[in-house]
């Protein structure tokens, strides 16, 4: 069929999961982003409203809409045990298959075929059932029963695409963009309509339900979802960054758009770019006169249990709102942050210990107000939402003094714990001048901050959006030159490839002259490498593998790479003592031999120039 709008289908009175399965599939034999709208769009056509808001969500490969706190907790040794025990095959069978396709949904495809039942009877209520008790279930045994109930109903098809949902890879190439594009499509409904619904609600069956009803722009904001968050893009240097505001407004002139501000520089304003975690506060008040609170991970985690004192402090704040900022380990004595390495200690904790709380206080600094009241500030300029959140922390911030720490510390008869408000405003200038944007990122750096962010001022807030609105500039660390000493096979689409390289620098101080060079371990990266490279270089591994572990080998260290990264940090896990944080590969180096790659000295330059010196938890 075109693609367009597509013909009115009859509705099936029955919805089936294995229809959904077949339509995954047509998806995932297309690339082309057109068909796969169209097909999106006549299949949710076909269903019940209830029914095509189920499939809307499970295209996207999430079980539950995002603002439904339930999780499955089902990982790939639970499903992989389900699958043998269905298929009856053995883990060198499992194994052999996943090799195959790099995905554990097609492998067990595979291995069921003559097994399981040949004709679909599950339904997408069913289905969606089926989720609802495998994430209420307690316990992998529990878990596994009701997994051999669901996937013993299934045909290969289907349990294909219920291991995929399960494991949130679905491998249509299909974005939540693209689900709500085919929305639009299916029911005549603006596409910017259904965006703003599905960011303001979080829930695509709420959406189309919304949609079929010709009514998507009634949608409300929903607290207690993350949205996205805006993203900057990177400048190397002072320079560039005015370069970079100077050709915008120069374009923009071109284009006839008024120039509101007299010169380029005026319009934008310099905050501190902090090194902690990005998080997303909501507040609501509640009946009781306390706000429940929840504060929102960059991938769309809820942090609120690691930080208990920061929830129990917000909850006074007694006006609905979203706000944007940054978690940091924080020194009320100077009102100044701690280095990351110090907030590390706090990370993935679920019981955060009354000495945690005493040792590493934290706070939120914010620089974005996202919704107050019962108005939402996305699209106003950053000029007037600055204003909002100023008005805002004026208000609240002095209410925000943790109870927490202080009764814990009582309780314990500990050393009275710092108080001080854990809502912090971040301070913002405007740029007048090139000289103070020197100034201004020296004086972030002087401030223990990793740089400044330039933000636009008439800019509006995108969320996920990585734009030019917003610009940040840090430090520039130094890249080294390492060899790679170990090989991985990678995950998914790199299952059969060597992709992830362990690599080392020289260490000097040990070697003998004339010896080959004495190597250290610093680090493990997988990215930045083209497929085609990653092909050559398995190949060139396999041929120069000293020994094989069957996933890791240990190679000769012939392949030198040009690694990039954000901190050195001292560390057990490899054997030069440090580690890299945030690795990744520049370039292969194939200019260069192995004896005039980086040296372990270089590596302790490049630690002891850092202001916080991190060290790996
Ligand atoms: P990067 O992680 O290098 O891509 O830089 C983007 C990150 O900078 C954001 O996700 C925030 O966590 C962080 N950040 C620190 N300070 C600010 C700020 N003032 N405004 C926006 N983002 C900030």
Known sequence: MAPGRPERCTLFAVSLFLQFAEVADALAATTKKLEKRALIATYLQTLPVEDAGRAALWLCGTPFPETDVRVLNVGGSLLSKAILQLSGAGQEALSEAYRRSGDLGAAAADLLYGRAPARGSLTLADVEAALAALAAARGPDAKLRLLLDLLARATPEEAKY?????????????????????????????????????????????????????????????????LGFMLASPVPSVEEAI????????????????????????????????????????????????????????????????FPELVEAFSSIAEPAILDGEILAWNPADSRALPFSVLQQRL??????????????????????????????????????????????????????????????????????????????????????????????????????????????????????????????????????????????????RAQVLSDYTFAVRDTSAENPGAPPTLRNIGKAYSGLTDQEIADLTA??????????????????????????????????????????????????????????????????????????????
């Not at 679905?170 to 965006?195: C, F, N």
């Not at 619904?197 to 993350?226: N, Q, T, Y």
Request: with cysteine; glycine share 6%.
């Open 162 to 226: 219920l291991i995929k949902l399960i494991t949130g890879d679905m491998r249509t190439g299909v974005k939540q963009a693209l689900v709500e594009e085919a929305i639009a499509e299916a029911w005549s409904a603006p596409v910017a309509d259904v965006r703003r619904g599905d960011m303001l609600l979080g829930s695509l069956p709420e959406v189309v339900a919304l949609a079929a009803a010709g009514r998507i722009g009634d949608a409300r904001m929903k607290l207690f979802h993350p």
């Open 243 to 306: 370069a970079r505001f100077t050709e915008e407004v120069a374009a923009e002139r071109e284009q006839g758009a008024p120039i509101v501000a007299e010169t380029a520089l005026r319009e934008v304003q310099l905050e501190d770019k902090f090194d902690g975690i990005r998080a997303q506060l909501h507040a609501a008040p509640e009946p009781d006169g306390r706000s429940r609170v929840a504060l929102y991970s960059r991938n769309r985690e809820d942090l609120s249990e690691s």
């Open 540 to 617: 060139f591994f396999r041929a120069h593998t000293l020994e094989d572990y069957g996933h890791f080998r240990t190679v000769e260290p012939l392949v030198v790479l040009e690694v990039a990264f954000n901190n050195v940090m001292r560390s057990t896990r490899h054997s030069s003592g440090f580690a890299l944080r945030f690795p990744r590969i520049l370039r292969l180096r194939t200019d260069k031999p192995v004896g005039e790659i980086d040296t372990l000295r270089r590596v302790e330059e490049i630690y002891a120039s850092q202001p916080d010196k991190p060290v790996e938890a």
């Open 348 to 493: 993935g904790r679920k019981r955060v210990s009354a000495e945690m709380l005493r040792e590493v206080p934290v706070a939120l600094v914010v620089f974005d107000i996202l919704y107050r009241g019962d108005q939402l500030l996305l699209t106003e300029p950053l000029a007037q939402r600055r204003s909002v959140l100023e008005d805002f922390c004026s208000r609240w911030c002095p209410f925000t003094e943790s109870t927490l720490v202080r009764a814990q510390s009582d309780l314990f008869n500990l050393q009275q714990a710092p108080s001080f408000p854990r809502l912090i405003l971040a301070s913002a200038t405007r740029l007048a001048s090139a000289a103070q944007l020197a100034d201004a990122y020296l004086g972030a750096r002087s401030r223990g901050n990793e740089g400044v962010m330039i933000k636009s001022l008439g800019s509006a807030y995108q969320p996920g959006r990585r734009g030019l609105a917003w610009l940040k500039l840090k430090r520039e660390l130094a890249t080294l030159d390492v060899v790679v000493t170990g090989v991985e096979f990678g995950n998914g689409r």
